[in-house]
């Protein structure tokens, strides 16, 4: 397959195979591992990505159509998982910071566990509903402090995949 590109016959479902077996054979690798432990990755852990994906398991082109408008850093959290310790240690400060009930407790672990499996929150809409509608919303649970700060976690985890470390953010 000159160029990457896809032996004839091979379905898109083929490339998402190949991306998923890679990342879980591949876990220990530098820029797996630092996303999947929330930790801050350089432009060429992204470039390292790129190739690999873009590259060597398939195109550019196969990526768009397997994870449309998913972002490379996500994508890998959605599909590799994230270290739940690593999420837990995420929200360790506010933990420690707070004397919390057993509903927020519990709201908090919903929210651990949903990073864990997606990588991150996409859309905070996800609040309103299942499972986090019950015993009460975010709202009813925390007051607009804790909210923020909440708030503030989850957009801190989303950018550390989104973004490399000493990037110029031009």
Do not use: W
Not at 11 to 35: G, M, N
Not at 78 to 100: C, G, K, S, Y
Request: aromatic share 10%; proline share 5%; hydrophobic share 40%.
């Amino acid at each position: 397959a000159e160029g990457g590109t896809l032996p004839q016959g091979e379905t898109f479902d083929a490339y998402h195979d190949r991306v998923e077996r890679y990342l879980h054979e591949h876990a220990e690798d530098a820029p797996i591992y630092k996303l999947t432990h929330n930790l801050p990755l350089t432009a060429e852990d992204f470039e390292a990505l790129e190739r690999i994906l873009f590259q060597e398991l398939g195109t550019k082109a196969d990526y768009d159509k397997t994870f449309p408008n998913i972002p490379l850093g996500l994508m890998v959290r959605r599909v590799a998982h994230m270290d739940r310790e690593a999420v837990v240690q995420a929200f360790a400060t506010f933990i420690n910071a707070h004397a919390l009930n057993q509903s927020q407790i519990a709201f908090v672990k919903r929210i651990i566990t949903y990073v864990t499996q997606n990588g991150a929150v996409e859309d905070f809409g996800i609040f309103a509903r299942p499972p986090f509608d019950r015993p009460a919303h975010l709202t009813t649970l925390f007051g607009e402090q804790e909210c923020q700060a909440i708030g503030g976690i989850l957009q801190s985890l989303r950018e550390n995949a989104l973004t490399p470390q000493g990037s110029l953010g031009v």
